[in-house]
Protein backbone atom coordinates (compact mmCIF):
# COMPACT_ATOMS: atom_id res chain seq x y z
CA UNK A 1 0.00 0.00 0.00
CA UNK A 2 2.80 2.59 0.93
CA UNK A 3 4.37 1.43 -1.97
CA UNK A 4 2.05 3.65 -4.78
CA UNK A 5 0.97 6.01 -1.97
CA UNK A 6 -1.34 8.30 -4.46
CA UNK A 7 -3.23 4.90 -6.00
CA UNK A 8 -4.04 4.00 -2.13
CA UNK A 9 -4.95 7.42 -1.44
CA UNK A 10 -7.13 7.99 -4.36
CA UNK A 11 -8.51 4.21 -3.27
CA UNK A 12 -8.78 4.90 0.10
CA UNK A 13 -10.63 8.54 -0.40
CA UNK A 14 -13.49 6.63 -3.33
CA UNK A 15 -13.87 4.49 0.00
CA UNK A 16 -14.17 6.86 2.38
CA UNK A 17 -16.62 8.96 0.53
CA UNK A 18 -19.09 5.83 -0.41
CA UNK A 19 -19.13 5.76 3.59
CA UNK A 20 -19.37 9.60 3.74
CA UNK A 21 -22.42 9.01 1.62
CA UNK A 22 -23.71 6.15 3.70
CA UNK A 23 -23.96 8.51 6.82
CA UNK A 24 -25.29 11.28 4.81
CA UNK A 25 -27.81 9.63 3.52
CA UNK A 26 -28.71 8.08 6.74
CA UNK A 27 -28.95 11.38 8.50
CA UNK A 28 -30.87 12.97 5.94
CA UNK A 29 -33.53 10.20 5.98
CA UNK A 30 -33.55 10.26 9.81
CA UNK A 31 -34.03 14.42 9.47
CA UNK A 32 -36.54 13.90 6.82
CA UNK A 33 -38.78 11.34 8.83
CA UNK A 34 -38.42 13.97 11.61
CA UNK A 35 -39.57 17.11 9.52
CA UNK A 36 -42.34 14.91 7.92
CA UNK A 37 -44.04 13.30 11.25
CA UNK A 38 -43.77 16.95 12.57
CA UNK A 39 -45.32 18.58 9.31
CA UNK A 40 -47.91 15.77 9.37
CA UNK A 41 -48.47 16.30 12.69
CA UNK A 42 -47.79 19.69 14.16
CA UNK A 43 -50.11 21.03 10.34
CA UNK A 44 -53.53 19.52 11.61
CA UNK A 45 -53.54 15.97 12.58
CA UNK A 46 -51.37 15.94 16.05
CA UNK A 47 -49.57 13.22 17.42
CA UNK A 48 -52.68 10.86 18.82
CA UNK A 49 -56.36 11.20 18.60
CA UNK A 50 -59.60 10.23 20.50
CA UNK A 51 -62.64 9.02 18.81
CA UNK A 52 -65.42 7.49 18.77
CA UNK A 53 -65.32 3.27 17.50
CA UNK A 54 -65.98 4.24 13.99
CA UNK A 55 -66.29 7.41 14.04
CA UNK A 56 -63.22 7.58 11.84
CA UNK A 57 -64.31 5.23 9.05
CA UNK A 58 -68.34 6.12 8.58
CA UNK A 59 -67.87 10.43 10.05
CA UNK A 60 -71.62 9.68 11.19
CA UNK A 61 -72.58 13.15 12.91
CA UNK A 62 -74.15 11.02 16.09
CA UNK A 63 -70.80 9.21 16.27
CA UNK A 64 -69.49 12.03 18.96
CA UNK A 65 -66.82 10.50 22.19
CA UNK A 66 -68.79 8.96 24.69
CA UNK A 67 -68.08 10.01 28.42
CA UNK A 68 -66.37 13.15 27.47
CA UNK A 69 -65.83 15.13 31.11
CA UNK A 70 -64.59 11.83 31.80
CA UNK A 71 -61.77 11.90 28.90
CA UNK A 72 -61.17 15.80 29.14
CA UNK A 73 -60.74 15.91 33.18
CA UNK A 74 -58.34 12.59 32.96
CA UNK A 75 -56.56 14.39 29.84
CA UNK A 76 -55.78 17.29 31.93
CA UNK A 77 -54.24 15.85 34.18
CA UNK A 78 -51.61 13.40 31.70
CA UNK A 79 -48.27 14.04 32.32
CA UNK A 80 -47.29 12.99 29.00
CA UNK A 81 -49.80 15.21 27.26
CA UNK A 82 -48.53 18.94 26.30
CA UNK A 83 -51.74 19.99 24.70
CA UNK A 84 -55.00 18.48 23.47
CA UNK A 85 -57.76 20.37 21.43
CA UNK A 86 -61.50 19.02 20.86
CA UNK A 87 -63.28 19.39 17.29
CA UNK A 88 -66.16 18.81 15.45
CA UNK A 89 -66.32 17.05 12.11
CA UNK A 90 -68.84 16.42 9.25
CA UNK A 91 -69.18 16.18 5.59
CA UNK A 92 -71.28 19.41 4.12
CA UNK A 93 -71.21 21.54 1.11
CA UNK A 94 -70.05 24.60 0.41
CA UNK A 95 -71.90 27.12 -1.42
CA UNK A 96 -71.40 30.26 -3.21
CA UNK A 97 -72.66 32.79 -5.33
CA UNK A 98 -70.06 31.18 -8.23
CA UNK A 99 -70.19 27.89 -7.06
CA UNK A 100 -70.92 24.97 -4.63
CA UNK A 101 -68.60 21.98 -3.41
CA UNK A 102 -68.45 19.25 -1.04
CA UNK A 103 -65.88 19.78 2.22
CA UNK A 104 -64.83 18.88 5.47
CA UNK A 105 -66.58 21.27 7.72
CA UNK A 106 -64.52 21.44 11.24
CA UNK A 107 -65.79 23.00 14.39
CA UNK A 108 -62.29 24.46 16.45
CA UNK A 109 -62.05 25.90 19.91
CA UNK A 110 -59.42 28.65 18.65
CA UNK A 111 -58.02 29.39 21.68
CA UNK A 112 -56.66 25.21 21.95
CA UNK A 113 -56.30 24.80 18.39
CA UNK A 114 -53.65 27.14 17.98
CA UNK A 115 -51.61 24.80 19.96
CA UNK A 116 -52.26 21.79 18.02
CA UNK A 117 -52.40 23.05 14.66
CA UNK A 118 -50.69 25.73 12.39
CA UNK A 119 -53.54 27.09 10.53
CA UNK A 120 -53.23 30.45 12.44
CA UNK A 121 -49.40 30.34 11.38
CA UNK A 122 -50.64 29.51 7.50
CA UNK A 123 -52.65 32.65 7.30
CA UNK A 124 -52.63 34.69 3.92
CA UNK A 125 -55.14 37.09 3.76
CA UNK A 126 -57.61 37.84 6.95
CA UNK A 127 -57.18 37.11 10.96
CA UNK A 128 -57.70 33.44 12.56
CA UNK A 129 -60.95 33.69 14.32
CA UNK A 130 -60.59 37.06 16.28
CA UNK A 131 -63.51 39.21 17.71
CA UNK A 132 -66.39 36.82 18.67
CA UNK A 133 -68.77 36.19 15.51
CA UNK A 134 -70.20 33.15 15.13
CA UNK A 135 -70.42 33.14 11.65
CA UNK A 136 -66.81 33.96 10.57
CA UNK A 137 -65.46 30.73 8.34
CA UNK A 138 -61.23 30.37 7.72
CA UNK A 139 -61.05 28.49 3.97
CA UNK A 140 -58.19 27.53 2.26
CA UNK A 141 -57.09 29.43 -1.07
CA UNK A 142 -57.43 26.36 -3.50
CA UNK A 143 -61.05 26.45 -1.61
CA UNK A 144 -61.61 30.09 -2.26
CA UNK A 145 -60.53 30.11 -5.89
CA UNK A 146 -62.33 27.93 -6.40
CA UNK A 147 -65.86 29.61 -4.80
CA UNK A 148 -64.14 32.75 -6.07
CA UNK A 149 -65.03 34.26 -2.69
CA UNK A 150 -62.77 36.54 -0.82
CA UNK A 151 -62.14 38.33 2.47
CA UNK A 152 -65.80 39.26 3.60
CA UNK A 153 -67.46 37.48 1.18
CA UNK A 154 -70.43 35.20 1.93
CA UNK A 155 -70.95 31.44 1.63
CA UNK A 156 -73.70 29.19 2.94
CA UNK A 157 -72.57 25.70 4.22
CA UNK A 158 -75.15 22.90 4.50
CA UNK A 159 -74.66 19.78 6.99
CA UNK A 160 -76.57 16.63 8.40
CA UNK A 161 -78.11 17.21 11.51
CA UNK A 162 -76.86 13.87 14.01
CA UNK A 163 -79.92 11.46 14.27
CA UNK A 164 -82.45 12.86 12.31
CA UNK A 165 -80.27 13.69 9.33
CA UNK A 166 -81.98 16.97 8.29
CA UNK A 167 -80.04 19.66 6.66
CA UNK A 168 -79.04 22.06 8.68
CA UNK A 169 -78.00 25.59 6.84
CA UNK A 170 -75.87 28.72 7.96
CA UNK A 171 -74.64 31.72 6.38
CA UNK A 172 -71.14 32.68 6.74
CA UNK A 173 -68.63 35.02 6.44
CA UNK A 174 -65.01 33.93 5.44
CA UNK A 175 -62.87 36.01 8.03
CA UNK A 176 -59.54 34.21 6.72
CA UNK A 177 -57.98 32.23 3.64
CA UNK A 178 -54.82 29.71 4.43
CA UNK A 179 -52.33 28.06 2.24
CA UNK A 180 -50.69 24.78 3.46
CA UNK A 181 -49.78 23.70 0.11
CA UNK A 182 -51.34 20.72 0.90
CA UNK A 183 -54.66 19.92 -1.16
CA UNK A 184 -56.33 18.20 1.19
CA UNK A 185 -56.28 20.91 3.72
CA UNK A 186 -56.14 23.70 0.81
CA UNK A 187 -59.13 22.62 -1.08
CA UNK A 188 -61.02 20.41 1.13
CA UNK A 189 -61.65 21.81 4.85
CA UNK A 190 -63.24 24.75 5.92
CA UNK A 191 -63.06 25.96 9.99
CA UNK A 192 -66.13 26.97 12.09
CA UNK A 193 -65.94 28.00 15.98
CA UNK A 194 -67.00 24.69 17.86
CA UNK A 195 -70.23 25.95 19.00
CA UNK A 196 -71.40 27.01 15.97
CA UNK A 197 -70.60 23.22 14.62
CA UNK A 198 -72.34 21.70 17.68
CA UNK A 199 -75.46 23.62 16.51
CA UNK A 200 -75.64 22.74 13.37
CA UNK A 201 -75.02 19.22 13.68
CA UNK A 202 -77.64 19.14 16.96
CA UNK A 203 -74.89 17.29 19.03
CA UNK A 204 -75.30 19.66 21.71
CA UNK A 205 -71.81 19.85 23.78
CA UNK A 206 -70.48 17.19 22.50
CA UNK A 207 -67.59 16.66 19.96
CA UNK A 208 -65.68 14.18 17.39
CA UNK A 209 -62.33 14.35 18.02
CA UNK A 210 -59.85 14.87 20.69
CA UNK A 211 -56.37 15.91 19.01
CA UNK A 212 -53.31 15.33 21.08
CA UNK A 213 -49.80 16.65 21.23
CA UNK A 214 -47.21 14.80 23.64
CA UNK A 215 -44.57 16.00 25.46
CA UNK A 216 -42.41 14.02 23.34
CA UNK A 217 -42.70 12.93 19.66
CA UNK A 218 -41.80 9.35 20.65
CA UNK A 219 -45.14 8.74 22.54
CA UNK A 220 -46.75 9.21 19.34
CA UNK A 221 -45.30 6.28 17.41
CA UNK A 222 -45.43 4.34 21.13
CA UNK A 223 -48.26 1.60 19.79
CA UNK A 224 -47.63 -0.13 23.08
CA UNK A 225 -48.38 3.12 25.43
CA UNK A 226 -50.44 2.19 28.33
CA UNK A 227 -52.07 5.69 27.07
CA UNK A 228 -53.94 4.23 24.20
CA UNK A 229 -55.43 1.06 26.43
CA UNK A 230 -56.74 4.31 28.98
CA UNK A 231 -58.62 6.17 26.69
CA UNK A 232 -59.87 3.33 24.56
CA UNK A 233 -62.87 2.27 26.76
CA UNK A 234 -66.20 3.34 26.82
CA UNK A 235 -66.42 2.68 23.19
CA UNK A 236 -64.07 5.29 22.34
CA UNK A 237 -60.56 4.47 20.16
CA UNK A 238 -57.41 6.62 20.97
CA UNK A 239 -54.55 6.16 18.60
CA UNK A 240 -51.18 7.47 17.04
CA UNK A 241 -50.17 9.31 14.07
CA UNK A 242 -48.67 5.70 13.25
CA UNK A 243 -52.55 4.72 13.19
CA UNK A 244 -53.49 7.45 11.80
CA UNK A 245 -51.26 7.44 8.72
CA UNK A 246 -49.86 4.23 7.87
CA UNK A 247 -49.09 5.34 4.60
CA UNK A 248 -46.46 7.72 6.50
CA UNK A 249 -45.08 4.31 8.61
CA UNK A 250 -45.11 1.74 5.11
CA UNK A 251 -43.12 5.46 3.54
CA UNK A 252 -40.46 5.14 6.45
CA UNK A 253 -39.87 1.73 6.25
CA UNK A 254 -39.73 2.23 2.62
CA UNK A 255 -36.92 4.70 3.60
CA UNK A 256 -35.18 2.46 5.89
CA UNK A 257 -35.04 0.01 3.03
CA UNK A 258 -33.54 2.58 0.15
CA UNK A 259 -30.66 3.37 2.79
CA UNK A 260 -29.66 -0.20 2.31
CA UNK A 261 -30.43 -0.26 -1.45
CA UNK A 262 -28.34 3.27 -1.85
CA UNK A 263 -25.48 1.33 0.68
CA UNK A 264 -25.84 -1.57 -1.79
CA UNK A 265 -25.16 0.29 -4.99
CA UNK A 266 -22.41 2.82 -3.67
CA UNK A 267 -20.58 0.14 -1.91
CA UNK A 268 -21.01 -2.32 -5.09
CA UNK A 269 -19.23 1.02 -7.45
CA UNK A 270 -16.84 1.24 -4.62
CA UNK A 271 -16.01 -2.31 -4.48
CA UNK A 272 -15.17 -2.63 -8.15
CA UNK A 273 -12.27 0.27 -6.97
CA UNK A 274 -11.36 -1.85 -4.42
CA UNK A 275 -10.97 -4.78 -6.40
CA UNK A 276 -9.14 -2.76 -9.37
CA UNK A 277 -6.46 -1.09 -6.71
CA UNK A 278 -5.51 -4.76 -5.13
CA UNK A 279 -5.17 -5.76 -8.50
CA UNK A 280 -2.64 -3.59 -9.59
CA UNK A 281 -1.18 -3.69 -6.90
CA UNK A 282 -0.53 -7.52 -7.03
CA UNK A 283 0.59 -6.99 -10.75
CA UNK A 284 3.00 -4.59 -9.95
CA UNK A 285 4.27 -6.66 -7.70
CA UNK A 286 3.40 -10.44 -9.61
CA UNK A 287 7.16 -11.21 -9.12
CA UNK A 288 7.91 -10.51 -5.51
CA UNK A 289 5.00 -12.62 -4.89
CA UNK A 290 6.38 -15.30 -6.90
CA UNK A 291 9.34 -15.27 -5.05
CA UNK A 292 7.62 -15.10 -1.85
CA UNK A 293 5.91 -18.43 -3.00
CA UNK A 294 9.16 -19.65 -4.39
CA UNK A 295 10.85 -19.40 -1.11
CA UNK A 296 8.24 -21.67 0.50
CA UNK A 297 5.24 -18.71 1.43
CA UNK A 298 2.29 -21.04 1.69
CA UNK A 299 -0.94 -19.93 -0.28
CA UNK A 300 -2.69 -19.21 2.50
CA UNK A 301 -0.57 -17.00 3.64
CA UNK A 302 -0.03 -14.83 0.20
CA UNK A 303 -3.64 -14.55 0.44
CA UNK A 304 -3.62 -13.16 4.18
CA UNK A 305 -1.48 -10.95 2.78
CA UNK A 306 -3.74 -9.17 0.41
CA UNK A 307 -6.67 -9.91 2.38
CA UNK A 308 -4.38 -7.47 5.40
CA UNK A 309 -3.73 -5.06 2.71
CA UNK A 310 -7.64 -4.76 1.97
CA UNK A 311 -8.09 -4.21 5.74
CA UNK A 312 -5.39 -1.63 5.56
CA UNK A 313 -6.74 0.43 2.95
CA UNK A 314 -10.17 0.08 4.49
CA UNK A 315 -8.76 1.57 7.86
CA UNK A 316 -7.58 4.63 5.92
CA UNK A 317 -10.77 4.94 3.93
CA UNK A 318 -12.99 4.87 7.22
CA UNK A 319 -10.75 7.03 8.94
CA UNK A 320 -11.21 9.28 5.61
CA UNK A 321 -14.89 8.79 5.30
CA UNK A 322 -15.86 9.37 8.66
CA UNK A 323 -14.21 12.64 8.76
CA UNK A 324 -16.22 13.46 5.45
CA UNK A 325 -19.04 12.35 6.41
CA UNK A 326 -19.16 14.07 9.83
CA UNK A 327 -18.14 17.77 7.94
CA UNK A 328 -20.12 17.82 5.81
CA UNK A 329 -23.26 16.25 7.49
CA UNK A 330 -22.42 18.25 10.32
CA UNK A 331 -22.50 21.39 8.04
CA UNK A 332 -25.95 20.79 6.00
CA UNK A 333 -27.56 19.95 9.35
CA UNK A 334 -26.88 23.57 10.36
CA UNK A 335 -27.90 25.19 6.78
CA UNK A 336 -30.78 22.68 6.05
CA UNK A 337 -31.84 22.08 2.56
CA UNK A 338 -35.44 23.34 1.37
CA UNK A 339 -37.90 21.21 -0.01
CA UNK A 340 -40.71 23.12 1.52
CA UNK A 341 -44.20 23.14 -0.39
CA UNK A 342 -43.32 19.80 -1.92
CA UNK A 343 -45.66 17.28 -0.80
CA UNK A 344 -44.79 13.39 -0.51
CA UNK A 345 -47.13 10.32 0.80
CA UNK A 346 -49.42 13.26 1.36
CA UNK A 347 -47.31 15.19 3.83
CA UNK A 348 -46.32 19.23 2.98
CA UNK A 349 -42.20 19.37 4.23
CA UNK A 350 -43.09 23.22 6.02
CA UNK A 351 -39.77 23.57 7.18
CA UNK A 352 -36.36 23.15 5.91
CA UNK A 353 -34.51 19.62 6.43
CA UNK A 354 -31.99 19.42 9.03
CA UNK A 355 -29.93 15.62 8.79
CA UNK A 356 -29.56 14.54 11.97
CA UNK A 357 -25.67 12.86 13.11
CA UNK A 358 -26.06 9.83 15.55
CA UNK A 359 -23.09 7.64 16.78
CA UNK A 360 -24.65 4.72 15.82
CA UNK A 361 -23.75 6.49 12.14
CA UNK A 362 -20.43 6.27 13.14
CA UNK A 363 -19.81 2.93 14.57
CA UNK A 364 -22.06 0.25 12.10
CA UNK A 365 -21.50 1.96 8.97
CA UNK A 366 -17.67 2.00 9.35
CA UNK A 367 -17.78 -1.69 11.20
CA UNK A 368 -19.98 -2.54 7.47
CA UNK A 369 -17.52 -0.89 5.10
CA UNK A 370 -14.51 -2.97 6.88
CA UNK A 371 -16.01 -6.23 6.21
CA UNK A 372 -17.15 -6.03 3.22
CA UNK A 373 -13.83 -3.91 2.30
CA UNK A 374 -12.08 -7.26 3.25
CA UNK A 375 -14.15 -9.76 1.84
CA UNK A 376 -14.14 -7.90 -1.42
CA UNK A 377 -10.54 -8.36 -1.07
CA UNK A 378 -11.07 -12.11 -0.86
CA UNK A 379 -11.24 -11.83 -5.01
CA UNK A 380 -7.88 -10.86 -5.09
CA UNK A 381 -6.50 -13.03 -2.51
CA UNK A 382 -8.04 -15.83 -4.27
CA UNK A 383 -6.32 -14.87 -7.46
CA UNK A 384 -2.79 -14.64 -5.94
CA UNK A 385 -2.84 -17.66 -3.65
CA UNK A 386 -3.85 -19.87 -6.76
CA UNK A 387 -0.83 -18.17 -8.99
CA UNK A 388 1.71 -20.35 -10.05
CA UNK A 389 5.19 -18.94 -8.74
CA UNK A 390 6.95 -19.84 -12.40
CA UNK A 391 4.04 -17.85 -14.00
CA UNK A 392 4.22 -14.93 -11.17
CA UNK A 393 7.85 -14.61 -11.99
CA UNK A 394 8.15 -14.93 -15.81
CA UNK A 395 5.37 -12.44 -16.06
CA UNK A 396 6.75 -9.58 -14.07
CA UNK A 397 10.31 -10.18 -15.72
CA UNK B 1 24.94 -48.60 -2.47
CA UNK B 2 24.90 -44.89 -1.99
CA UNK B 3 26.91 -43.86 0.58
CA UNK B 4 25.59 -40.13 1.67
CA UNK B 5 27.75 -37.94 0.12
CA UNK B 6 26.33 -39.18 -3.09
CA UNK B 7 22.93 -39.07 -2.28
CA UNK B 8 20.55 -38.42 -5.17
CA UNK B 9 19.10 -35.17 -4.59
CA UNK B 10 17.26 -34.67 -7.36
CA UNK B 11 16.20 -37.26 -10.14
CA UNK B 12 14.45 -36.45 -12.74
CA UNK B 13 12.52 -38.83 -15.65
CA UNK B 14 11.44 -38.25 -18.60
CA UNK B 15 10.22 -34.63 -17.56
CA UNK B 16 9.02 -32.42 -20.18
CA UNK B 17 6.98 -29.18 -20.32
CA UNK B 18 4.60 -28.16 -22.93
CA UNK B 19 3.35 -24.47 -23.20
CA UNK B 20 0.37 -23.27 -25.46
CA UNK B 21 1.75 -20.42 -27.38
CA UNK B 22 -1.08 -18.45 -29.26
CA UNK B 23 -2.62 -22.07 -29.85
CA UNK B 24 0.38 -23.57 -30.71
CA UNK B 25 2.47 -26.10 -28.61
CA UNK B 26 6.02 -25.26 -27.55
CA UNK B 27 7.89 -27.95 -26.21
CA UNK B 28 10.08 -25.99 -23.78
CA UNK B 29 11.70 -29.12 -22.07
CA UNK B 30 11.69 -32.47 -24.06
CA UNK B 31 12.08 -35.66 -21.74
CA UNK B 32 14.90 -34.49 -19.48
CA UNK B 33 16.66 -37.83 -17.15
CA UNK B 34 18.60 -36.57 -15.33
CA UNK B 35 20.39 -37.00 -11.80
CA UNK B 36 22.18 -34.99 -9.55
CA UNK B 37 23.90 -35.95 -6.12
CA UNK B 38 24.33 -34.24 -2.90
CA UNK B 39 27.33 -31.45 -2.79
CA UNK B 40 27.41 -31.09 -6.25
CA UNK B 41 28.51 -27.73 -8.13
CA UNK B 42 26.53 -28.09 -11.75
CA UNK B 43 25.60 -25.23 -14.21
CA UNK B 44 22.90 -25.71 -16.59
CA UNK B 45 24.10 -23.72 -19.70
CA UNK B 46 22.96 -23.45 -22.77
CA UNK B 47 21.47 -20.35 -24.90
CA UNK B 48 18.23 -17.87 -24.74
CA UNK B 49 15.41 -20.76 -25.37
CA UNK B 50 17.13 -24.00 -24.59
CA UNK B 51 15.06 -24.77 -21.68
CA UNK B 52 17.09 -23.87 -18.47
CA UNK B 53 14.75 -21.63 -16.18
CA UNK B 54 12.12 -23.79 -17.27
CA UNK B 55 14.01 -26.97 -16.28
CA UNK B 56 15.09 -25.71 -12.78
CA UNK B 57 11.52 -24.08 -12.42
CA UNK B 58 10.39 -27.95 -12.72
CA UNK B 59 13.14 -29.54 -10.82
CA UNK B 60 12.42 -26.41 -7.76
CA UNK B 61 8.28 -27.70 -7.98
CA UNK B 62 7.80 -23.83 -9.01
CA UNK B 63 6.15 -25.45 -12.42
CA UNK B 64 4.92 -28.69 -13.01
CA UNK B 65 6.08 -30.69 -15.93
CA UNK B 66 3.60 -31.80 -18.65
CA UNK B 67 5.14 -35.46 -18.51
CA UNK B 68 7.53 -36.89 -16.74
CA UNK B 69 8.47 -37.34 -12.95
CA UNK B 70 10.94 -35.41 -10.65
CA UNK B 71 11.88 -36.44 -6.97
CA UNK B 72 13.36 -33.90 -4.84
CA UNK B 73 15.39 -36.11 -1.59
CA UNK B 74 12.95 -38.57 -2.52
CA UNK B 75 9.69 -36.88 -2.15
CA UNK B 76 7.75 -37.51 -5.82
CA UNK B 77 7.07 -33.59 -6.47
CA UNK B 78 3.92 -34.27 -8.22
CA UNK B 79 2.57 -35.91 -5.57
CA UNK B 80 2.30 -32.93 -2.99
CA UNK B 81 0.06 -30.31 -3.35
CA UNK B 82 0.10 -26.60 -3.22
CA UNK B 83 0.87 -26.47 0.37
CA UNK B 84 2.82 -29.50 0.92
CA UNK B 85 4.93 -27.92 -2.14
CA UNK B 86 5.45 -24.66 -0.51
CA UNK B 87 6.59 -26.36 3.20
CA UNK B 88 9.03 -28.70 0.90
CA UNK B 89 10.64 -25.62 -1.08
CA UNK B 90 11.08 -23.44 2.10
CA UNK B 91 12.68 -26.36 4.11
CA UNK B 92 14.60 -28.20 0.90
CA UNK B 93 15.49 -25.48 -1.04
CA UNK B 94 17.09 -22.36 -1.56
CA UNK B 95 16.07 -19.66 -4.58
CA UNK B 96 18.48 -17.23 -5.70
CA UNK B 97 17.63 -15.16 -8.80
CA UNK B 98 18.94 -13.20 -11.15
CA UNK B 99 16.73 -9.60 -9.83
CA UNK B 100 17.88 -10.64 -6.47
CA UNK B 101 14.39 -9.86 -5.40
CA UNK B 102 15.27 -8.48 -1.75
CA UNK B 103 11.90 -7.19 0.26
CA UNK B 104 12.65 -3.74 -0.36
CA UNK B 105 11.20 -2.45 2.76
CA UNK B 106 12.50 -4.72 4.86
CA UNK B 107 16.26 -4.84 6.46
CA UNK B 108 19.24 -7.04 5.53
CA UNK B 109 18.15 -8.75 8.78
CA UNK B 110 14.41 -9.04 7.92
CA UNK B 111 14.92 -10.48 4.50
CA UNK B 112 17.55 -13.24 5.18
CA UNK B 113 14.97 -14.12 8.36
CA UNK B 114 12.02 -14.21 6.10
CA UNK B 115 12.49 -18.08 5.51
CA UNK B 116 13.56 -19.28 9.28
CA UNK B 117 10.21 -16.93 10.20
CA UNK B 118 8.40 -19.16 8.11
CA UNK B 119 9.88 -22.11 9.48
CA UNK B 120 8.71 -21.09 12.80
CA UNK B 121 12.89 -20.56 13.64
CA UNK B 122 12.79 -18.79 17.38
CA UNK B 123 13.92 -15.17 17.52
CA UNK B 124 17.31 -15.51 19.12
CA UNK B 125 18.07 -18.58 16.90
CA UNK B 126 16.95 -16.06 13.91
CA UNK B 127 19.28 -13.42 14.86
CA UNK B 128 22.45 -15.59 15.71
CA UNK B 129 22.08 -17.09 11.90
CA UNK B 130 21.86 -13.60 10.55
CA UNK B 131 24.96 -12.77 12.12
CA UNK B 132 26.87 -15.98 11.49
CA UNK B 133 25.68 -15.61 7.48
CA UNK B 134 26.59 -11.91 7.04
CA UNK B 135 30.08 -12.62 9.07
CA UNK B 136 30.39 -15.49 6.49
CA UNK B 137 29.22 -13.75 3.00
CA UNK B 138 31.38 -10.93 4.37
CA UNK B 139 28.45 -8.34 5.23
CA UNK B 140 29.05 -8.40 9.00
CA UNK B 141 27.30 -5.14 10.39
CA UNK B 142 25.00 -4.62 7.54
CA UNK B 143 21.87 -6.23 9.06
CA UNK B 144 19.92 -2.99 9.47
CA UNK B 145 20.58 -1.62 5.91
CA UNK B 146 17.72 -1.33 3.48
CA UNK B 147 18.74 -3.56 0.07
CA UNK B 148 18.46 0.26 -1.87
CA UNK B 149 21.46 1.18 0.15
CA UNK B 150 23.52 -2.07 -0.99
CA UNK B 151 25.44 -2.16 -4.40
CA UNK B 152 24.08 -4.94 -6.74
CA UNK B 153 27.19 -7.32 -5.65
CA UNK B 154 25.82 -6.98 -1.72
CA UNK B 155 22.41 -7.40 -2.78
CA UNK B 156 23.10 -10.46 -4.35
CA UNK B 157 25.39 -11.88 -1.44
CA UNK B 158 22.48 -10.86 0.85
CA UNK B 159 20.62 -13.30 -1.39
CA UNK B 160 22.21 -15.61 -1.67
CA UNK B 161 22.56 -15.77 2.68
CA UNK B 162 18.92 -15.53 2.22
CA UNK B 163 18.86 -18.86 -0.04
CA UNK B 164 21.23 -20.61 2.43
CA UNK B 165 20.39 -19.67 5.95
CA UNK B 166 17.72 -22.05 6.68
CA UNK B 167 20.45 -24.76 5.50
CA UNK B 168 18.21 -26.30 2.45
CA UNK B 169 19.30 -29.22 1.14
CA UNK B 170 19.81 -27.76 -2.27
CA UNK B 171 20.39 -24.12 -3.68
CA UNK B 172 19.16 -23.16 -6.98
CA UNK B 173 20.61 -20.16 -8.65
CA UNK B 174 18.56 -18.49 -11.80
CA UNK B 175 21.21 -16.43 -13.84
CA UNK B 176 22.74 -15.51 -10.53
CA UNK B 177 25.41 -13.18 -12.11
CA UNK B 178 23.19 -11.23 -15.03
CA UNK B 179 23.56 -8.08 -13.30
CA UNK B 180 26.88 -7.95 -11.99
CA UNK B 181 30.24 -7.04 -13.44
CA UNK B 182 32.88 -9.80 -13.99
CA UNK B 183 34.37 -9.46 -11.26
CA UNK B 184 31.84 -9.08 -8.69
CA UNK B 185 30.48 -12.49 -10.27
CA UNK B 186 33.87 -13.96 -9.81
CA UNK B 187 33.84 -12.90 -6.07
CA UNK B 188 30.46 -14.29 -5.61
CA UNK B 189 30.87 -17.41 -7.33
CA UNK B 190 34.22 -18.41 -5.59
CA UNK B 191 32.64 -17.40 -2.54
CA UNK B 192 29.91 -20.03 -3.22
CA UNK B 193 32.06 -22.62 -4.30
CA UNK B 194 33.67 -22.16 -0.68
CA UNK B 195 30.30 -22.24 0.87
CA UNK B 196 29.44 -25.75 -0.94
CA UNK B 197 32.75 -27.15 0.15
CA UNK B 198 32.01 -25.69 4.12
CA UNK B 199 28.30 -27.10 4.18
CA UNK B 200 28.17 -29.76 1.56
CA UNK B 201 25.19 -27.97 -0.03
CA UNK B 202 24.11 -28.94 -3.22
CA UNK B 203 24.08 -25.66 -6.21
CA UNK B 204 22.78 -25.89 -9.57
CA UNK B 205 22.69 -22.56 -11.59
CA UNK B 206 21.37 -21.78 -14.70
CA UNK B 207 23.16 -19.77 -16.97
CA UNK B 208 25.23 -18.74 -19.45
CA UNK B 209 27.82 -17.03 -17.68
CA UNK B 210 31.08 -18.14 -18.80
CA UNK B 211 32.66 -17.14 -15.33
CA UNK B 212 29.98 -19.71 -13.74
CA UNK B 213 30.78 -22.36 -16.56
CA UNK B 214 34.50 -21.84 -15.30
CA UNK B 215 34.19 -22.55 -11.75
CA UNK B 216 31.06 -24.89 -11.97
CA UNK B 217 32.48 -28.63 -11.20
CA UNK B 218 29.92 -30.05 -13.62
CA UNK B 219 28.03 -28.64 -16.89
CA UNK B 220 24.77 -29.85 -18.51
CA UNK B 221 24.80 -28.57 -21.83
CA UNK B 222 20.70 -27.69 -23.10
CA UNK B 223 19.66 -26.88 -26.57
CA UNK B 224 16.51 -27.01 -27.72
CA UNK B 225 14.85 -28.62 -24.51
CA UNK B 226 16.98 -31.38 -24.08
CA UNK B 227 20.22 -32.38 -22.64
CA UNK B 228 23.01 -32.15 -25.34
CA UNK B 229 26.22 -32.84 -23.26
CA UNK B 230 26.39 -33.85 -19.70
CA UNK B 231 30.11 -33.23 -18.16
CA UNK B 232 32.68 -33.39 -15.39
CA UNK B 233 34.91 -30.09 -15.14
CA UNK B 234 36.70 -29.75 -12.38
Known amino acids: ?397 | MQTTSEKKVIVTEGVTRTYSDNGVAVEAVRGIDLTITSGEFTALVGPSGSGKTTFLNLISGLDKATEGKVWLNNRLLSEMSGTELSDFRRDNIGFIFQAYNLIPVLTVEENIEYIMLLQGVAKHERHKRVVEILKEIGLDGYQDRLPTKLSGGQQQRVAVARAMVSRPAIILADEPTANLDSKTSGELLDMMRDLNAKTGMTFVFSTHDKIVMDRARRLVTLKDGKIEADEIVN
Open chain 1, 1 to 397: MLRNKRRSVIAGIAIGIGLASLIFVDALIIGMENNMVESATSTFLGEGEIHRDGFRSTEQAELTINRLDWVVSHLKQEKIVRHFTERVMSFGMITSPANVTAINVVGIDPATEKNLSEIDEAMIKGKYFEGGSERDIVIGSELADLLEVGLGDRLVVTVAQAGTGDLSQELFHVSGIYRFNSKELDRGMAFIRISKAQQMLAIGNNVHEIAINFTSTEYGQDQQLPFWKKYSQFGNEAIGWTTILPELKAAFELSEFSIYITGLILFGVVALGIINTLFMSLHERMFEFGVLRAVGTRPFGIGRLIVYEAGALAVISIFLGVILGYVVTYIVSLIGIDYTGIEFVGVTFRRLIYPVLEVRQFIEYPLVVFFLTSLVGLYPAFYAAKMSPAVAMRKSL
